[in-house]
């Protein structure tokens, strides 16, 4: 088994998330001319329940899996990390068949009366079979993550987004002449395949894995191993369930906001199909472009928790707080230049990706919090991994209550509806990242550093400026050409502003150089 340090991990799961981040828009992209807003509406409408159903079945175990096989590396123990993979992996599998039963046989009174549009029924059906497959996948990705070997996670998103990418047209194509319900279901179970496809990579890389690196039997384990899985089994319960309690803040969010927004608009007094077109534009349109730079905070979230489990269990401050200004560093000075051109070229940016240059008012709204998303990833990671998810969970759960009732507030009024929802999650990304950012204070006593934040406010700034001249002064040209070039001339103004202000040197260039050539060296 190869280990991977912080850093080069973070690039394998940055340049893999890049690549699926770009192939999963053109699902994205197309989808919505194939079966239209209001198809996106009931393709995603499911989808709230879904997450809620796999933040119980696997929730914090994956991380949980991986802080206690990075602790198991650093002491050599190789047979507990067995252990803990084979825990996992009954504990998932177990609960997530109960959970795929109970939406199977409770799909039509779900749809009917906790999903607000009854078309539903149909793509709940497709999605029920994933539970399970997701769940074996969680738990390796987590045992691998432990081991701090990023590729199999990597090579498996890659796979499942290529093989999802093609099977959810072909099969919302062939589905479509039978209506744009049975259209919706075809592009869910396009991604049920995907997900077989990932975890069956995943799989492929744990035999070979066995094969290489010293094989773990019975003998191996020993007469000692009953106690040793009642006591691993009582640690992974231990940091599994607050972080599961934690997620399951956001995800029952992300349910009652699905359902309250459909309530709102129909109180503002919008048509039931139109609000479910509405809702299919912000999530399934607006919010995966405001996600896509989101692949390089993953990458760091993921390669942060064994990193910091390892620094915590010496107790190496010093690393600790390194890995800290890493994380949020790489999150905010590469995340910020897609914030400017989100929000400066909203309007063209949508009119390429969907036709529909309407919905752009909503990109040009999230786009300014869109940097606190970025930081939020990394600072949860750090909370979870330094056991601390109970403060991740109160900070989740305030944010929650504050936009749920937002939305109530705002959506049900005739001059905002949907945009009601928008200021709501604007108001929520903002309120979560500084409280996560108080309690890494708190526990830490770390905080990002005021010179970074204002040296990238001003390279933002004139990285706009930049753009939005270029933009008006060739707008005559091809909306396409128009929005590439000015896109070009905001990064471009962007990475000079950085070198300028030394945000970015010479030895942090040539240090990523030397990562990326290891990389590709790397049989």
Sequence with gaps: MTKQSFLKGTMILLAAGIVNRILGFIPR??????????????????????????????????????????????ERNYRRSARILKLALTLSVSISGIFTAVCILGARWITSHLL????????????SPIIPIIAVSSVLRGYFQGKQDMIPTATSQTIETLVRIVMVLLCSFALLPYGISWAAAGAMIGVTIGEIAGMLVLLIHYKLQRKKNMPVNKAQIGTS?????????????????PITASRLVGAGSYLLESILIAHSLAAAGIAT???????GALQGMIIPIILLPSALTSSLSVSLVPSLSEAAARKDLKTIHKRMHQSLRLALVTGAPFAVIMYVLADPLCLLMYGQKDIAVMLKMLAPVAI????????????????????ALINTLIGSLVKLLLIVWLASKPEFGILGAVMASCVNVVLVTFLHGLSVLRHLKFTLRGSDVAKVSA????????CYAVYRSIGSMPAGISFLLASAAALTAYLAAVTALKIVNRSDLSRLLTLGRKIIRKP
């Design 225 to 241: 191993a009953a106690h040793g899985r009642m006591t691993q089994l009582r640690r992974l319960l231990t940091l599994s369930l």
């Design 29 to 74: 992209i197309t989808l919505p001319r194939v079966i239209g807003a209001e198809g996106v509406g009931l393709y995603q409408m499911g989808w709230p329940f879904l997450i809620v159903i796999l933040t119980i079945v696997t929730g914090g175990i994956p991380l949980a899996v991986s802080k206690l096989v990075a602790e198991a590396e650093a």
């Design 372 to 391: 606190f998303i970025y930081l939020q990833a990394p600072l949860q990671a750090a909370l979870q991994a330094l056991d601390k998810p109970g403060s």
């Design 459 to 466: 390279a933002m700034g004139i990285a706009s400026l930049c």
């Design 273 to 279: 199909a139109l609000a479910t077109a509405q809702y």
């Design 116 to 127: 607000t549009d009854e078309r539903v029924y149909f793509t709940f059906l497709s999605m």
